[in-house]
């Protein structure tokens, strides 16, 4: 099926907002005061949950918690569990980027502990598409509210139907692991695609743009891989392996072949095999099950006493000749190679695997990926020391997998032993990403870098003294108990170190009184945990740093072109060989909203836009620009796709830029020999966000030069692509820069009551005198600028502020001259306010189909909906969702006048500015059939798509009808997504129409939902 294209420069289509861009972090090195930010109680003044960390991304609360009283969620004491945790995201929800509970759904049945709290796993969703990894949990004592953590996403992208199929996306990973895992592919199994709203920052804690995705797993033999598919343009966004490296007992042994599970030797109560690993397993698997029953009550890894299925002596397929040294959880069992399943501290890792997936869900991938396999670590060393059957004396005391023939692969209590890293700031510590199966990844450092959770378990245990501090040990008891509490009840799937740090600390709080466990103890756990540096900030750089000035000591920049791309692409053409051009898009800008989009698609292609004009390069000529980018690569060095800089002076001759580069990110990589531009130095890999490239053009002073961006694919496997903003060329003139006003520091949220703030700041030391500031700030995730003069020079300020999370800055005013920004913060406040008017409001006219994109601004709370109230040959007002874009095909020939108001729970806004636009009454005659019509289903959503017809006059809408279990017809600009439907069969087919009449309908197609 052809499909269309993706935001054309002829047709801009505006759609779907991205992560916000990084905030400072909140989390302290110690813990907070007492006088910490709070998420106050509505109903019990001087009551609510402490703020204990926010993400370092979006400035939303990620963990908040209490030692007194809580939230009261009056009337509800004899609500259910999940009903209470509704609530209370109805009524506190924005601190965690939620509106109300139509945000989230049950992510599995409320637990309630051997403390008598209760326990809800809440995922968020948008039209009941699921974010990946956006979970939340909600503690409950009762009717109050004690704790809620997890990690959310803010302002969830609003195009949610696929332009690709769940077949088009099952392909799109068959190629993916044929590609990058040859060797695995042979009998792989590929499940059922489901929609996603994808933002790998909420894996990584990276800047990255959000989009719907469809989520594969590939299976298999010694595979099992995570995949995300984009489904708009087919590309792969991320994949990894979740391969972790299970009283009933059952043993297969492969005998040294390769297919899984092999023949079963042994049985709950079996006798033994006489086959040395198969018994091994067996007795082993038991010892762990009964550690997980006896201290923790768990029955079995899912709770709910799944049967313990292990295989032994099994071969890898990639190297059926050579023993597995190795051993994993592959979802369902526990695989051991020859004599890997002779070590207790082996089976219980990999069972400990099996527990991680059925309570915290830990993703196997970076900082995630490193807490799953710490606490595989930690229990696998606990059930070794409980069993006490080898040698824990010593230096062998500590090391892992010491029983195998092997020997110990990690040291916990002295982790730089074996090269892993002791706290974070060690030289060890593991920075490369995994991204495209980087066969040096480690998945971001799973294995690596969990050495620093690994030794903050052996310091509780034994003590020690270490980075300047001196702990006094707990024992094995009680940092067992609190660790569990921490994974089972607190860890969501993708959480960080910095989330692991205070689940510990809260699980310890959670625990006095109890196994013995006091506040003292909690005091070194606290300790521990600060020696080995789990709070602080994630010490990987990701993206290139921009260059530091524009310009050399004593040059001051002076623009020749500057373009945002926020009017549009009208400096720019496009041209390609294949598949989509460049366009526009406002899903990841840099600044403001709009930026330029490569895609990095699945077939060869070579993509360019170029500017339309030439600019003469002035003397101390430089050129600079904002781009982030992921392109497929494999490894360190094989580059598939990439993405170069070019320019020409006559405008049919061009020439590679990346020689001019003199600042900033620069070409990394040669292209492989497969890609239109191979052999070539480029950008490839990922820039881990956006980056900054600068050339020095003095070589091309005086001549007439245009630059275009270029995009190379091969033939198989997409990515992202490449984004490109504020492109600018300049001259630095000689002499000192012009003395002007600078930013103030140090700005932070002294206090919140109600929707009063009052913030404090360090005026600035140097520049021009102030003589007043502006207070800016922006709605999450856009961060959209409106200014709040603050009247003197006071570096103190009480404003009244809206509901809904920001981000907030202060520059210095002096005169008509205005600095940077201050240092940025969040700021979040629950009292309901009428949003301020939307800003900015753009109108495009296409035939009949209107598109509409405007600013959302700071001054009121954060809008819930909006109403576009349109006057002209029509008079009406129409609702149109909480997004900053809409479009609608179908228009009736008139001139209209349109303006935008917000609306939320405190009311609406004034309006916003108008547009007006015309659209034709001409038409040639009604539309030919659609083609290409396919209906599918995902679960209980029908989906339905079609290109309009290849030939004659355009449709300007479209007509579904339906019978079978439902008998109607309905119009649609586009494509369609249903709401979750009634189980049933729908016959379903679609006709164009535009208002010259309609066309014939397609064929019948029939869904059926179970």
């Known amino acids: 099926m052809a499909r269309l294209p993706i935001r054309s420069l002829a047709a801009i289509t505006l759609a779907a907002a991205g992560l916000a861009t990084g905030v400072p972090a909140l989390l302290g090195q110690e813990p907070q005061s007492p006088a910490a930010p709070s998420i106050q109680s509505l109903s019990e003044p001087g009551e609510g949950l402490a703020i204990q960390a926010r993400s370092p991304q979006t400035g939303l609360v990620t963990f908040a918690s209490t030692r007194s009283q809580g939230v009261l969620l009056r009337g509800m004491a004899a609500a259910p569990a999940e009903e209470r945790a509704m609530a209370f995201v109805d009524q506190y929800g924005t601190a965690f980027g939620l509106a109300t509970r139509a945000n989230v759904r049950a992510l599995r049945a409320p637990q309630r502990d051997a403390l008598g709290l209760e326990h809800v796993r809440l995922q968020q969703v948008a039209d009941g598409i699921p974010v990946t990894a956006g979970d939340l949990i909600v503690h409950l004592r009762g009717d109050r509210v004690v704790a809620v953590n997890g990690h959310t996403l803010p302002d969830p992208m609003p195009v949610l139907i696929p332009d690709l199929t769940p077949g088009g996306a099952q392909e799109a990973a068959r190629v993916l692991i044929e590609k990058h895992k040859a060797d695995l592919a042979p009998g792989a199994t590929y499940g059922e695609p489901r929609l996603e709203i994808f933002n790998r920052g909420m894996i990584d804690e990276g800047t990255h743009p959000t989009r719907l995705a469809w989520f594969v797993e590939a299976t298999g033999e010694g595979l099992r891989e995570y995949i995300w598919v984009d489904a708009r343009t087919g590309g792969v966004l991320l994949n990894f392996s979740q391969l972790a490296d299970a009283k009933s007992r059952t043993v297969y042994d492969v005998a040294m072949g390769t297919t899984l599970p092999g023949t079963l030797v042994r049985s709950e109560g079996g006798p033994a095999t006489g086959i040395v690993d198969a018994d091994q397993a067996y007795d082993l698997a038991g010892a762990t099950y009964d550690y997980f029953f006896s201290t923790h009550g768990r029955d079995s890894y899912d709770d709910a006493g799944a049967g313990l299925m292990s295989s032994v002596r099994y071969r890898h397929p990639s190297q059926p000749g050579v023993p597995y040294q190795n051993a994993f959880w592959n979802g369902t069992q526990m695989v051991y190679g020859e004599g890997f399943a002779a070590a207790d501290d082996v089976v219980a890792h990999e069972l400990t695997h099996a527990v991680t997936e059925y309570s915290a869900n830990l993703f196997y991938y970076y900082q995630s990926g490193a807490l799953n396999e710490s606490f595989s670590d930690i229990f696998g060393q606990t059930v070794d020391f409980v069993r006490g059957a080898g040698d824990d004396t010593g230096i062998a005391r500590w090391r892992l997998a010491e029983d195998l023939s092997i020997g110990a692969i990690r040291d916990m209590m002295t982790p730089t032993t074996f090269g892993d890293p002791g706290k974070l700031s060690d030289p060890q510590f593991f ?129 020749a072109f500057s373009d945002g791309f926020e009017s549009g692409g009208a400096n720019w053409n496009v041209s390609t060989t294949s598949g989509t051009n460049w366009g526009l898009g406002n899903f990841f800008a840099r600044s403001g909203d709009i930026s330029a989009y490569g895609e990095d698609t699945s077939a060869i292609a070579d993509r360019r836009i170029a500017m339309t004009n030439p600019v003469v390069i002035p003397a101390a000529g430089r050129m600079y620009f904002d781009h982030a980018f992921e392109f497929e690569h494999s490894g360190a060095t094989t580059f598939y796709d990439g993405g170069v800089l070019e320019y020409s002076t006559n405008g049919t001759t061009w020439i590679d830029a990346g020689s001019l580069i003199d600042g900033g990110h620069a070409y990394a990589g040669t292209l492989d020999g497969g890609n239109v531009l191979g052999a070539r130095s480029a950008f490839v890999r990922s820039s881990f966000g956006y980056t900054g490239t600068r050339l020095n053009l003095a070589s091309l002073a005086g001549q007439s030069v245009r630059f275009r961006f270029r995009v190379g694919t091969d033939p198989s496997v997409g990515s992202l692509g490449w984004l490109v903003d504020n492109v600018s060329i300049y001259s630095c003139g000689g002499g000192p820069p012009p003395t002007t006003a600078q930013p103030p520091t140090g700005l932070f949220v002294s206090s919140v009551a109600g929707n009063v703030v009052t913030i404090r700041f360090t005026p600035p030391v140097a520049g021009l005198p102030p003589t007043g500031y502006e207070l800016r700030g922006g709605i999450a995730p856009s961060r959209v600028d409106a200014a709040l003069p603050i009247p003197g020079t006071s570096p103190i300020y009480t404003f009244v502020a809206p509901s809904g999370s920001f981000f907030i800055r202060v520059h210095t005013v002096s005169g008509a001259s205005s600095s940077g920004p201050s240092n940025e913060v969040p700021l979040v406040v629950n009292v309901p306010l009428a949003p301020s008017a939307p800003a900015n409001l753009l109108g495009l006219a296409n035939g009949s189909s209107l598109t509409l994109a405007w600013r959302n601004t700071f001054g009121g709370g954060a809008p819930a909906s909006h109403v576009l109230d349109v006057t002209g040959s029509i008079v009406t007002s129409l609702p149109i969702g909480p997004g900053n874009s809409f479009s609608f095909n179908g228009v009736p020939a008139g001139t209209y006048t349109l303006s935008l108001r917000a609306t939320n729970a405190g009311g609406a806004s004034p309006s916003s500015n108008s547009v007006t636009l015309t659209f034709p009454s001409a038409c040639t005659g009604a539309p030919g059939t659609p083609e290409n019509f396919l209906a599918y289903k995902v679960g209980n959503t029908v989906f339905v798509v079609w290109d309009p017809a290849s030939t004659g006059p355009a449709p300007t809408g479209f007509v579904l009808n339906v019978t079978g279990s439902f008998v109607g017809s309905f119009g649609t600009p586009a494509r369609a997504m249903s709401s979750p439907v009634a189980p049933g069969t729908y016959n379903v087919s679609v006709v164009a129409s535009n208002p010259c009449g309609s066309s014939a309908a397609t064929a019948v197609q029939s869904v059926t939902v179970p």
């Open 431 to 559: 920075c490369v990403s995994n991204g495209w199966t980087n066969p040096s990844g480690d998945s971001g450092g799973v294995h690596i870098n969990s050495g620093v959770p690994n030794h903050a378990f052996a310091l509780m245990v034994d003590g020690g003294t270490y980075n300047g501090r001196t702990i006094t040990g707990i024992g094995l008891a009680k940092a067992g108990l609190i660790q569990y509490r921490a994974l089972t009840t607190y860890l969501t799937s993708g959480s960080t170190f910095a989330d692991n740090s205070t689940a510990v600390n809260q699980s310890c709080t959670d625990l006095v009184g109890t196994g013995g466990i006091t506040a003292g103890d909690c005091s070194q756990v606290a300790s521990a945990i600060l020696a080995v540096e789990m709070a602080s900030p994630w010490p990987c750089t990701g993206a290139t740093p921009p260059p530091a000035t524009f310009c050399p000591a004593g040059g001051a920049p002076v623009p």
